[in-house]
């Protein structure tokens, strides 16, 4: 890593020469480096918005799960067969499933190697449990906190190894030069957070072969999220680069708390709590629920199997099903304006035609696992207390008492599985460029839980393992760099300069404008989507940006991060909502865990009014048959391609011929080849 100084538009910016630049400190961004630097490309730098901050470092569950081939038990495995399961979620491509599978036990094994406590029998046996839609026991955790001990792991590597981090780092713009059809990343353009001055704005320009971005899941675009507050997400960058996505339309959503954002999976159902919901004041308490269920059995059940069916799909709506209770929750908070909460004090209650809770009411499913688990005890609480103590705790660290107060909940963005598309390499389109994790969208409609780690893990391994043979090669001179550079830099530093306005008054609009973005995406584009809704929110998203473009001022370059991230927001809201547009207008209806309305369909229950009437795709369906690719083209217009899903492969794998090729270095191919 070089270092120097440039002028541009008058302003003095340091310049940074490197191989590879790793964006963001999740566990993806991380294991990239490591990895990087294991096979021998050390010219590399980590540049993060803040070390603390993203979805792994930050976000956990019940028992956060990580999905791996399965290394132990009775039941036989494969990566053929992990990745016929990975592949079954839907709209996934089969040779990006197949070597996510293929490569799952070598990443899971890197991150063993590292010190993440994986737990095992006293044989060495990685033993695992089953998650959603996975057919083998190839879950495992390392607790509640799982990605959070991959990401303290893989940073005491980035420290061992002195990989240099440029926290406070926060990256506004990919650099991007155009050599006949093919546009490659050239760098990128960051504003260094504690050093923003008037003259530069505190930027720093990037000089780089190749970058690693690794900036998470979407988060900022939605106001119901349990995505931790510090993740916002940083797609812009790269629409605004051209780079293509898959899968937009693909994100789970679940019950979550709102005061600490945490889901609410597992044991934080299994043990029956209350639901109730009240006004916006506290006042006119109510059990809602009990007015759509007919007995206590089926809701108590319902309440139960919330825990194991915790994303929101639609598929288990019917018949009283789980997912019919996120339905009735966003029904109260955002069609009535009311607030649920969870009482883990007390049963639920019965009254009208429900009878009181009683445990012979529940399903023969729920109440064996109750009674095995030694928890037939009188409240949830004690319950909980029986089942998971540190599902408690873990409240109580963040000043909420499960045993004093009831726990606040909506409806919630949680992961995003589509994103940006990359190659067996994870390289996108755009060549040179690596999104890596949550940013990279390989999975489908349905995934199995757990897969979003393994995911992460594999594709910056492989990012890694193509840059090391392929892209190893030194930056460009600073003068060579800035021949092809400097028009788009200046721009950017241009756009920053015209935002400035001392006498901006209106302290409140960047605020203000997140939550507009935040409050469209998730009363038109999150779990409920009402095709009369999304159409005009399309408009109304874009015309935000050209506002935004245009008029968008702060008071102080110390507010330009903000701005610019707003910007980037915007501009992400604006090509997930053409997505789902595309998507209804070519008939999608529900699938994954959403919910299209549809006059045409059923209702959820009889109880239910007609604005709820929705359906399935139908089968055959179109939508379920192809990918939609949705990109910005040079000039800013929104591309929408439907590509066919690409099966799992056939390859030859007679050893002497992969010899061969692995000797002639032909494993290894891009994009152009
Ligand atoms: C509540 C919850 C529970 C989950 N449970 C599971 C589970 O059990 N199993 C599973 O597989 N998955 C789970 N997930 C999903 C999984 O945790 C995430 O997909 C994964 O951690 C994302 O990792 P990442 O490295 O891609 O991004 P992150 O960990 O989000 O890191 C992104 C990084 O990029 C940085 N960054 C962003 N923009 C910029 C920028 N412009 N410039 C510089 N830096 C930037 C951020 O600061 C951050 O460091 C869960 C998610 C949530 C929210």
């Known amino acids: 890593m070089k270092k120097s100084l440039t002028t541009i538009g008058g302003a003095r910016l340091p310049v940074i020469s490197l191989n590879t630049l790793v964006i963001g400190s999740g566990a993806a961004a991380l294991n990239a480096a490591v990895c990087l630097h294991e096979q021998g490309v050390e010219d590399i730098a980590i540049a993060t918005e803040d070390w603390e901050a993203g979805t792994s470092r930050n976000a956990g569950s019940d028992k956060q799960t990580y999905y791996k081939l399965s290394l132990a038990g009775e039941l036989p495995d494969s990566a053929l067969r992990m990745a016929v399961d990975l592949f079954a979620g839907g709209s996934m491509h089969g040779d990006i499933a197949y070597t996510e599978a293929q490569n799952s036990a070598r990443a899971f094994f890197h991150l063993v190697e590292l010190g993440v406590p994986f737990p095992h029998n006293r044989y060495g046996a990685y033993v695992g449990y089953k998650t959603d839609h996975d057919s083998r026991q190839r879950a495992t955790s390392a607790g509640p906190l799982t990605s959070r001990l991959m990401v303290e792991a893989l940073g005491r590597e980035v420290k061992k190894r002195g990989i240099p981090v440029l926290d406070r780092h926060m990256v506004i713009t990919l650099l991007t030069h155009a050599?006949?059809?093919?546009?490659?990343?050239?760098?990128?353009?960051?504003?260094?957070?504690?050093?923003?001055r008037e003259d530069g704005c505190g930027f720093v320009l990037f000089n780089a072969v190749n970058i690693v971005l690794g900036t998470g899941g979407p988060a900022g675009i939605y106001k119901a999220s349990v995505y931790p507050e510090s993740q916002l997400g940083s797609h812009g960058l790269a629409f605004a680069a051209g780079a293509v996505t898959q899968n937009l339309t693909e994100s789970q959503y679940g019950l979550a708390s709102l005061k600490f954002r945490w889901n609410l999976s597992g044991t934080y159902q299994q043990v029956i709590p209350r639901y109730i919901s009240t006004d916006a004041r506290g006042g006119d308490e109510r059990e809602f629920l009990n007015d759509y269920f007919p007995d206590m059995g089926r809701l108590a059940t319902a309440i139960f199997l919330?825990?194991?069916?915790?994303?929101?799909?639609?598929?288990?709506?019917?018949?009283?099903?789980?997912?019919?209770?996120?339905?009735?929750?966003y029904q109260e908070t955002v069609f009535r304006g009311r607030r649920v909460f969870l009482d883990f004090r007390r049963n639920p209650s019965g009254g009208g035609k429900l009878k009181e809770f009683d445990f012979r009411l529940l399903s023969p499913e729920a109440l064996t696992y109750l009674e095995r688990s030694g928890a037939l005890l009188p409240t949830p609480l004690e319950r909980l207390a029986k089942m998971n103590p540190p599902a408690i705790e873990v409240f109580k660290a963040h000043g909420i008492d499960l045993a004093g107060?009831?726990?606040?909940?909506?409806?919630c963005a949680q992961h995003n599985n589509g994103g940006f598309r990359g190659n067996l390499w994870w390289e996108s389109n755009i060549r040179h460029l690596f999104p890596v994790g949550e940013v990279n969208g390989t999975h489908g409609v349905r995934r199995p839980?757990?897969?979003?780690?393994?995911?992460?893990?594999?594709?910056?391994?492989r990012a890694a393992f193509y840059i090391a043979r392929r892209y190893g090669a030194k930056p460009p001179t600073v003068k060579a760099f800035l021949a092809q550079a400097q028009a788009e830099a200046g721009e950017t530093l241009d756009s920053a300069r015209k935002m400035l306005d001392a006498k901006c008054r209106d302290s409140d609009h960047i605020a203000r404008t997140r939550l507009e973005i935040q409050e469209r995406m998730s009363t038109c584009g999150a779990a409920i989507r009402d095709p009369e809704k999304v159409k005009p929110a399309v408009g109304e998203a874009w015309s935000l940006y050209s506002r935004l473009k245009s008029e968008l001022k702060v008071r102080s370059v110390k507010e330009l991060p903000a701005a610019f991230r707003n910007l980037d927001?915007?501009?992400?809201?604006?090509?997930?909502?053409?997505?789902?547009?595309?998507?209804?207008?070519r008939g999608g209806k529900s699938r994954g865990s959403y919910l299209v309305l549809d006059p045409a369909g059923t209702r959820p229950c009889p109880e239910l009014g007609e604005e709820w009437r929705f359906s399935l795709n139908p089968r055959p369906s179109f939508v379920d048959h192809k990918i939609l690719e949705v990109s910005l083209d040079s000039r800013g217009r929104v591309v929408k391609e439907w590509v066919d899903i690409r099966p799992i492969p056939q390859e030859d794998s007679w050893f002497e011929n992969v010899w061969e090729d692995f000797r002639e270095g032909r494993i290894i191919r891009g994009e152009e080849e």
């Not at 919330?306 to 929750?329: A, H, M, N, R």
């Not at 927001?569 to 207008?585: F, G, K, R, V």
């Open 405 to 411: 107060e009831p726990l606040e909940i909506g409806l």
């Open 449 to 461: 839980g757990g897969s979003a780690l393994n995911s992460g893990q594999v594709g910056s391994m």
């Open 179 to 196: 050599r006949k059809e093919a546009r490659k990343v050239i760098g990128a353009v960051a504003i260094d957070q504690k050093n923003i």
């Open 306 to 329: 919330k825990g194991y069916q915790w994303p929101f799909d639609p598929t288990k709506v019917e018949d009283y099903g789980s997912s019919l209770i996120d339905i009735l929750v």
């Open 569 to 585: 927001l915007c501009l992400t809201h604006a090509l997930y909502l053409e997505a789902i547009h595309e998507y209804l207008s």
